[in-house]
């Protein structure tokens, strides 16, 4: 049973198209998180998301959009797509309040090319 | 955001040596993690600390939450090939806020 998963798992697309990654987490979790890792493998968070509202934006350009349809679900939208969007990107979530952990999922390589 | 450092970047080590590496930040954390991500997976959790001081092992790993809850340490030990990877510290302030470290890519060299 997978806990957090992506979809899909490897994306290519040309300059200046538009993509969405889906993440679905079946742990009961009520917040959920975007993060991109580049190329130096440094993982930085985009977007979270708590109770389908969004809690954090850490600076994302505005072609970034982010949507919860339910607690269950954070899907990534992405228009005009450009060569440094180029990444793997992770979906995570955990339980809010302290001392909880987040899950990750196996993460989505984006190819802008 | 905020920046955790984390060292070493990297770590050539032969098979059955112990490992060490850590974590420092500006910022006090309420709690700190130690992630390792395998190629082409995502990060996956190896210990959780919850209180300034704590040690605690999970099997050949030790980690501790630093006394200042600014800083926090991975051990390894008698390391096999298995744990190469790159570790990851995170730490979480307040609310929903979690940061993750740079990154130490392991070497093990049977």
Redesign the interface.
Known sequence: DTA?SQTPKYLVTQMGNDKSIKCEQNLGHD?M?W?KQDSK?????MF?Y?NKEL??N?TVPNRFSPKSPDKAHLNLHINSLELGDSAVY?C?S?R?G??????????TRLTVV | ?QQLNQSPQSMFIQEGEDVSMNCTSSSIF??W?W?K?DP??????LI?L?KAGELTSNGRLTAQFGITRKDSFLNISASIPSDVG?Y?C?G?LT??????G??T?LTVIP
């Open positions: 957090v917040t998180y993060y493998k440094f993982l930085k968070i979270s708590n809690i954090i850490e992770f995570a955990r809010s302290l001392n909880t952990e987040a899950f990750f999922g196996q993460g | 955001g309420n709690t993690l992630y991500q082409g997976e995502g990060p996956v959790l959780a919850y790159i990851f995170a979480q609310g929903n806020q979690f940061y993750f740079t990154g890519s």
